[in-house]
C-alpha cells in the first residue's frame, strides 16, 4: 500500500466541516484510493482569497503512529543555584526564565511594572483619563508591550523547531490550540494575560522568583563583570549573569547604559501613523463577495513599497480591533493597536510606516547614540501637542492627506481618548525630515493594489513611533554577552535583536541556551 505523507487541499468556506469532501480530496491528492487513506490531522490552516470565491487552504498529515512528546516539553523543573537575574518580564525576558527553567537553574526576574491584573486596571485609568503612568501602561508591566495587544505570533523566523517550541508552551498554558495550526495565528488581549500568568504560576512553583514594581536603575559591577544590578531605592540583587531584556521603551535603561560608557549603536527604526479604516469596508475588498460570510475572520492586509530607497509598510495589523494609547511618559503621544481573540471591533487598524535610519536623524541636528531616541521623542511630543493634551491623538482623513490639508472633521473611531481633527503630516514633519510625502506617495501604490483603501472614512492617528528600538546594545555573536561587560546579556528587541512576541520570544531562549551552555 502507497505510503501517504502531507497533503494540501482546498476546500469552501461551507466545506470546512464536511470530513467526506475533506477526505475524498485528500486521496485524490495522495492520489490513493479513500479506503487506503489513514486518519489525517490539521497541519496547517490558511485563508485563500486569491480566487472568485475565498477558500481555505488545509495541509494534512497523517496521525503518528508513535506516541508524541507531551506538547511544551520538557517542562520546567526546580531549580537551584546561584540565580541568573532577568530585568523585563517581556516575552523575551519570560522566555529565557522559562528555558533556564527547565535547565534547574535559578531565576530572580525583575519588572518595574505590575503583574497582569492590576495592569490593566491601570491600562482602563489611562484609557479613561488620559494619565501616563510611566512604570505600568501598554508597554511596561507583566507580559511586556504585547501582553494587551493584538496577540499576532507571526515571525519571520524559519526555525521551525523553536517556533514550534514556542507555540507549545503558549498552548500548554491555556493559548487556544489553533495557534498550533493557524497559518496567522493570534491570541487576543482577553487571553494573552492568562497565559502569562499560567507561566508566572508555574514557574513560581519550581522555585523561580518575580519582582514586580522594581525598576533597575543601574548595573552592579565587580572586578570588570557584572555581578547585579541596582534597584530604585538602591537594594542591589546579586546574581551570576545579568539578562537585560527591557523593550525597545525602556529609555532610561539606554541612558544609564550611556552614562555608565556602554557602547550603544545608534540603527534604523521606522515611524508613522495608525491607519483606521472601517472593517467592513477591508472585509469587502479582501472577501469580495464572500465577506460577511460566518467562517470567516475580520480581513487583514499587508502592504509594502519602497520610495527613493525608503521602505513604507503596513506594521501589526489589527483587525477588529482597537487603537490604544502606548506612550510610556507623560506629555508624549504614541499609538499602537490590540483586540480582542474576536477581533469583532467594527475597526481594522494597522501601523503605517516609513523607514528612518541615522543619517536622517542626524542631518535634522540628532547627534549620538541615543539621537534615534531624541528623534522619536520629539515626534512624540509634538503629536501630543497637536492633540490638545490628554492623549487626545491628532487624526487626518486619509483623502485629506493626500490633498496636503488638515481635516475639519474626521469620523469616529476605535481610540477610546478620541480624536482631534487636523494636521498628522505638520506632526510627522515637525524634526524637518519629510516622512508625509513618501508615505502620499505609498497610499497611491497601496489604493491601486487595494480598491477603496484611499478613502474619506478611513483616518490617520498620530503617531506610531515604537515600531522597534532606535538603539543596539552590541553582543558577541557566539557568547551573546556585551563585550564591554562581561556576564551581561543584552535580549530582546529593546537590545535591538527581536521584533514582536515570538522573535522576542525566541532570543530570549537563545540567550538562556547560552548561559546553560557556561553554567554547565
Ligand atoms: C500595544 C502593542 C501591541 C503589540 N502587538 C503585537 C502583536 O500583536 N504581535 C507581536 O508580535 N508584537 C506586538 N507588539 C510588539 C511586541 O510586544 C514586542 O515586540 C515584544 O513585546 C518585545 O519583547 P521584549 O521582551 O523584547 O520587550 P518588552 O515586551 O518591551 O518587555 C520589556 C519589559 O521590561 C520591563 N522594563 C523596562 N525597563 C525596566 C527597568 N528599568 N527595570 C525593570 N523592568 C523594566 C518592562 O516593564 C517590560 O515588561 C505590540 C506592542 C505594543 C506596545
Redesign the pocket.
Known sequence: MKRVGRVQVAVGLDELDDDEVIRARAAKAARVPEADLPELRIVRKSIDARGRHVRFQLLLEPFPEEEEPPLGGPLPREVAGDPVIV?????????CAYALAREGIAVTV????KQVQPRRRDLALLNREGKVDP??N??????????????????RADKRGPVRDVMEILALHGAPGQILTDARP?IGSNKLPKVIGAMRDRLIECGVTFRFE????GLVRTGGRVTG?R?EGGEELGGSHVVL??????R??LR?LDDAGMRLEPKPFALGVRIEHPQPLINSIQYGRDAGHPRLPAASYRLAHTEDERGVFSF?M?PGGWI?P?ATEPGGL?V????LSKRGSPYANSGFVVSVDPADWEGAGFTGPLGGLAFQDAIERAAFTAGGGALRAPATRVTDFMARRASTTVPEGSYRPGFLAGDVAEVLDVTGVPLAEPMRRALRVFGKRMRGYVTADAVLVGVES?T?CPVRIPRDDESLESPDLPGLYP?????G?????????L??MRVADAIVSVRR
Open positions: 530585568v523585563g518580564d517581556g516575552p523575551a525576558g519570560l522566555f525583575i519588572d518595574r511594572g512604570d505600568s501598554y508597554c511596561f508591566g507583566e507580559g511586556g508591550a504585547g501582553t494587551y495587544s493584538d496577540g499576532k505570533l507571526y515571525t493570534h522594581s525598576r533597575v536603575v544590578v534597584l531584556a527591557t523593550g525597545h521603551s525602556a532610561d535603561v544609564f501589526c489589527c490604544v502606548a504614541v499602537n493597536g490590540m483586540s515604537r522597534s535580549t530582546g528587541e529593546g537590545a535583536y527581536a521584533g514582536g512576541i515570538v522573535s522576542a520570544a532570543d530570549g
